[in-house]
């Protein structure tokens, strides 16, 4: 339970609903406990009746004979408190005078108090309205602070962290986790807290009555909340199995549905079944073991029920037969029996959800007090003033991928000033999409120091850093929703967003694509992005780094999939952004590297080679013969 104590700052947050639920509970056992009494002083008073008046008459008795010497008849106890207090509401008792009268009056109790257990139950039925709706609520609203305290911190923790763990695994914290926690702060608590009080409250009502009875009659239910915990255990165990095995099915349709079109090319559709078949058949086996414990779950109850219900019958006959308890109590224990069934079953399954609560909550708290690498202050320090001349500074940077060992940047400086465009090349895996990656503080270098505007990275405020820089990454990602609300992705809701979004698409030449589609940037994309083509995904990525007017525009190989007419283009625009930007641009292409004033050449990490793009290619060095392969390439014949 030490980490569902963490859970109480939440419960102090919503006191009043707790509360209220407890009360709510409270009120809910007390009608339930009183519906029974009434059944039982109506029992116990047709009992009467049926000895003094009817019992005489079955034995031949005379009729004048036994009204002359028979008392009133009276209403049972709750019936007779209404009639004192509702004055003529209810007719007073009177003398019998005749057997029909006898059977009048019978009948008129037993209406009056089957109407009087309707009401009970109908105020029982609202108050376990208000219980639910006080309880229920509470762990619906702390699941959503829980919710939503989770989603920050997936926010807050940097790339690092997302590197290491499990994109699934991760998810899970916030469904999955967050779903078993709030089932103890909802069910298991109301659960447990009904139960305390309606065993104290019918135990009461029953060791009053008959204590002897009491025992009989509660002694099979202990048994129950044994045999159903060993039952929920066992369920719990093979339901983790089906949701493993059902995710395992939803990850290779998932799959095969995403790769429809290789299947289909590579004719792997009949091995594809194949597989299919054998993941269904094993998430069929784990269902169907799963539906055989669930099914002693109703038998269980049902035999110590029926157990418990038969010594009350025995017992309490035998009691009535001594004369020791009125038959009437016997159907109140029937009741008080049936009443308690289904809290002591929950026992077991209360427990359950505890322990997968736990469990889950060392999950999420494990989570939530996981530190990000990157640290940043909120605000510049007092006396630090950024420059307008330095912009972007590497001074002998290096950087090790922690999960791998691999030492990807090497001793590694250069500065890319305002007004400049500074070109990252290199052949695959030497380190150039690092660099962009450590010049936008998504890492931070081992060794060496990283400035902006002459201030260390370290101490800008990421947002404040961030704000100033427009980054479009290798792999680019789209959401789903218009065109135009992915250009303005990093804009503020204001009325000339529209003009910042078409400004920035016509810079990254993709405006004459997007007006070519029916509802121009109003267009829904697909997942990813899914309906557009490679280029206008990156055009569209570009276009959303250029609305910022960045001081600092990170390009990481974006220029892949477009042309080489349309790629200088897209260089002139950015070329024009005007002095105060300044463009890193990482990229294996030739033709982008050109529009460069300055290139810097890395091989395994290591600066090999730098200087303009026309003293590079004189040189004899790698980025000549990249510029060679390129060449040969482009131009097969020559």
Same mark, same amino acid.
């Given at each position: 339970m030490r980490e569902l104590l963490k859970l109480n700052p939440y419960f102090k947050k919503y006191p009043l609903l707790l509360l209220g639920g407890v009360v709510f509970i409270f009120f809910t056992n007390v009608f339930a406990v009183f519906a029974p009494a009434l059944i039982g002083e109506g029992v116990n008073a047709l009992r009467d009746a049926d000895e003094i008046f009817l019992d005489p008459l079955r034995s031949g008795m005379a009729e004048a004979d036994v009204f002359e010497a028979a008392p009133e008849i009276s209403y049972p106890g709750t019936l007779s408190k209404l009639q004192s207090w509702s004055g003529a509401l209810l007719e007073a008792p009177k003398k019998a005078d005749s057997k029909q009268d006898v059977l009048n009056w019978m009948g008129r109790i037993a209406a009056l108090q089957a109407l009087l257990f309707l009401f009970a139950y109908l105020i029982k039925g609202t108050f376990l309205f208000f219980t639910r709706q006080t309880i229920i609520v509470m762990s619906r609203r702390i699941e959503f602070d829980l919710k939503g305290r989770i989603f920050d911190q997936y926010q807050r923790l940097d790339a690092a962290f997302y590197r290491a763990n499990d994109t699934g695994d991760l998810?899970? =914290?916030?469904?999955?986790?967050?779903?078993?926690? =709030?089932? &103890?702060?909802?069910?298991?608590?109301?659960?447990?807290?009904?139960?305390?009080?309606?065993? *104290?409250?019918?135990?009461?009502?029953?060791? &009053?009555?008959?204590? !002897?009875?009491?025992?009989?009659?509660?002694?099979?239910? $202990?048994? #129950?909340?044994?045999?159903? &915990?060993?039952?929920?255990?066992?369920?719990?165990?093979?339901?983790?199995?089906?949701? !493993? !095995?059902?995710?395992?099915?939803?990850? @290779?349709?998932?799959?095969? *549905?995403?790769?429809?079109?290789?299947?289909?090319?590579?004719?792997?559709?009949?091995? +594809?079944?194949?597989?299919? /078949?054998?993941? +269904?058949?094993?998430?069929?086996?784990?269902?169907?073991?799963?539906? !055989?414990?669930?099914?002693? @779950?109703?038998?269980?109850?049902?035999?110590?029920?029926?157990?418990?219900? *038969?010594?009350?019958? &025995?017992?309490?006959?035998?009691?009535?037969?001594?004369?020791?308890?009125?038959?009437?109590?016997? @159907?109140?224990?029937?009741?008080?029996?049936?009443?308690?069934?289904? $809290? @002591? /079953?929950?026992?077991?399954?209360?427990?359950?959800?505890?322990?997968?609560?736990? /469990?889950?909550?060392?999950?999420?708290?494990?989570? #939530?007090?996981?530190?990000?690498?990157?640290?940043? $202050?909120?605000?510049?320090?007092?006396?630090?003033?950024?420059?307008?001349?330095?912009?972007?500074?590497?001074d002998r940077v290096s950087f090790t991928y922690p999960e791998t060992g691999i030492e990807a940047v090497k001793n590694l400086s250069f500065q890319l000033i305002p007004g400049k465009i500074l070109a990252v090349t290199g052949r695959t895996g030497s380190g150039k999409s690092t660099v962009a990656q450590l010049a936008m503080r998504i890492f931070d270098p081992h060794e060496g120091q990283i400035a902006f505007d002459g201030i260390p990275l370290q101490q800008w405020p990421l947002n404040e850093f961030r704000s100033e820089t427009g980054y479009v990454p290798q792999d680019v990602f789209l959401f789903s929703d218009t065109i135009q609300r992915n250009i303005a992705f990093g804009l503020p809701e204001e009325d000339s967003m529209m003009r910042e979004v078409q400004s920035a698409a016509e810079q990254a030449h993709v405006a004459h694509n997007i007006e070519a589609f029916e509802q121009k940037y109003e267009t829904l994309l697909g997942e990813r992005g899914v309906n557009l083509s490679g280029g206008q995904k990156q055009r569209i990525s570009i276009a959303r780094a250029l609305t910022r007017k960045p001081k600092l525009l990170i390009l990481d190989d974006c220029l892949s999939a477009v042309d080489t007419e349309t790629e200088e283009a897209i260089l002139q625009s950015i070329r024009n952004q005007g002095d105060s930007t300044a463009v890193l641009m990482v990229s294996h292409r030739i033709s982008s590297i050109r529009g460069a004033d300055h290139v810097v050449v890395l091989d395994q990490g290591k600066l090999i080679e730098e200087g303009t793009p026309e003293a590079l290619a004189q040189a004899n060095g790698v980025y000549a013969r990249m510029v060679e392969q390129q060449v040969n390439r482009n131009n097969p014949s020559t």
């Open positions: 998810m899970n =914290r916030i469904s999955e986790d967050v779903s078993k926690v =709030r089932m &103890y702060l909802g069910p298991a608590i109301m659960y447990t807290i009904n139960l305390a009080m309606l065993i *104290i409250l019918v135990v009461s009502v029953m060791v &009053y009555i008959d204590w !002897k009875l009491t025992l009989f009659a509660l002694l099979p239910l $202990p048994l #129950m909340s044994l045999a159903i &915990y060993f039952v929920s255990t066992r369920i719990n165990v093979q339901s983790e199995a089906v949701q !493993k !095995k059902q995710s395992g099915l939803s990850t @290779f349709v998932q799959q095969h *549905i995403a790769g429809i079109r290789v299947l289909k090319s590579f004719q792997r559709e009949k091995d +594809a079944s194949q597989r299919f /078949a054998g993941i +269904a058949d094993d998430y069929k086996n784990s269902v169907l073991r799963l539906v !055989k414990t669930e099914a002693l @779950f109703m038998p269980i109850i049902v035999l110590l029920v029926g157990l418990s219900t *038969i010594l009350t019958v &025995y017992v309490g006959g035998l009691r009535v037969i001594s004369g020791e308890l009125e038959v009437g109590h016997i @159907f109140q224990f029937v009741f008080y029996v049936n009443l308690l069934t289904w $809290p @002591f /079953a929950s026992v077991g399954w209360v427990t359950s959800l505890v322990q997968k609560a736990e /469990a889950s909550m060392r999950r999420i708290n494990d989570f #939530m007090e996981a530190k990000p690498a990157i640290q940043a $202050p909120d605000e510049l320090e007092k006396g630090l003033v950024p420059s307008t001349t330095e912009g972007l500074k590497f």
